[in-house]
C-alpha cells in the first residue's frame, strides 16, 4: 500500500514565478494538510482539505493556494514566489481526525 | 498562543544511553500531543501520540510523559541506538485537526 506520494521532489524556480506542488494522499484517507519546512525548523501549518473545501487555514498569504480532487488528491499553488517561500513542503493526509501520515515532501528552491 | 516550545534544540547521547526532549505549551485546548522522527531527505514518522487524560504511555524503548498541571510532555528514549539519529519534533493539535509542531531537536547517539 502506497504512502502519501508528492511531486516533484525538487525544484528550482525564480523569484515571481508560480509554482504547483501534487500531492496523492495515503488509499483511505480523505484529508490533506500541507505544511511548510524552513531548513532547521518544524513544519508550519499552511491549509487542509476535506470534501474539495479549504477546511483550515494557517498564517500564510493568499499568495498560497491549493485545490483538493475528487480523488482526494491535492495541489499547493504559490504565485509571485518570494526567495523565502524556499522549503521543504510536505503532504499530510489522514483519514480524518486522526493518523497523519507525511509525503517525503518537496523542496522547493527560490533564487 | 498556538506555540509549542520545544528544548534542547540539539542533545548527544552515548549508545545504550537516555534520551530527553521536552516541550511546553500554553493552548490549553490542545487534546493531542504526537511525536515525530525525521530522517534527513524524508517527512516526519509519527513515533508515539498522548492525550491529556493520560500521564504516561510506552511504546518499546520510547515513552511520553505528560505533566497536564505544568503544560509540559517529553519524550524519553531508552537504550538509545545510532539508528535514532534523527531530528526529533513534538506536536500538538487543535481540535480540527491542525497540527503546531515544536521547533525540532537533532539527536545524535554515539556508538
Known amino acids: 500500500d502506497a504512502g502519501v506520494t508528492q511531486s516533484p521532489t525538487h525544484l528550482i524556480k525564480t523569484r515571481g514565478q508560480q509554482v504547483t506542488l501534487r500531492c496523492s494522499p495515503k488509499?483511505?484517507?480523505?484529508?490533506v494538510s500541507w505544511y511548510q519546512q524552513a531548513l532547521g525548523q518544524g513544519p508550519q501549518f499552511i491549509f487542509q482539505?476535506?470534501?474539495?473545501?479549504?477546511?483550515q487555514r494557517g498564517n500564510f498569504p493568499d499568495r498560497f493556494s491549493g485545490h483538493q480532487f475528487p480523488n482526494y488528491s491535492s495541489e499547493l499553488n504559490v504565485n509571485a514566489l518570494l526567495l523565502g517561500d524556499s522549503a521543504l513542503y510536505l503532504c499530510?493526509?489522514?483519514?480524518?481526525?486522526?493518523?497523519?501520515?507525511f509525503g517525503s515532501g518537496t523542496r522547493l528552491t527560490v533564487v | 498562543q498556538q506555540q509549542v516550545k520545544q528544548s534542547p534544540q540539539s542533545l548527544i547521547v552515548q549508545k545504550g544511553g537516555i534520551s530527553i526532549i521536552n516541550c511546553a505549551y500554553e493552548?490549553?485546548?490542545?487534546?493531542?500531543f504526537p511525536w515525530y522522527q525525521q530522517f534527513p531527505g524524508k517527512g516526519p514518522a509519527l513515533l508515539i501520540a498522548?492525550?491529556?487524560?493520560?500521564s504516561e504511555k510506552k511504546e518499546g524503548r520510547f515513552t511520553i510523559s505528560f505533566n497536564k498541571s505544568a503544560k509540559q510532555f517529553s519524550l524519553h528514549i531508552m537504550d538509545s541506538q545510532p539508528g535514532d539519529s534523527a531530528t526529533y519534533f513534538c506536536?500538538?493539535?487543535?481540535?480540527?485537526?491542525?497540527?503546531?509542531f515544536g521547533g525540532g531537536t537533532r539527536l545524535m547517539v554515539k556508538p
Open positions: 499530510a493526509s489522514s483519514p480524518g481526525q486522526d493518523g497523519y501520515t
Open positions: 506536536a500538538a493539535r487543535v481540535p480540527g485537526n491542525m497540527l503546531t
Open positions: 498522548i492525550r491529556p487524560d493520560v
Open positions: 488509499s483511505g484517507h480523505d484529508t
Open positions: 493552548n490549553t485546548a490542545f487534546d493531542y
Open positions: 482539505y476535506y470534501e474539495e473545501e479549504e477546511r
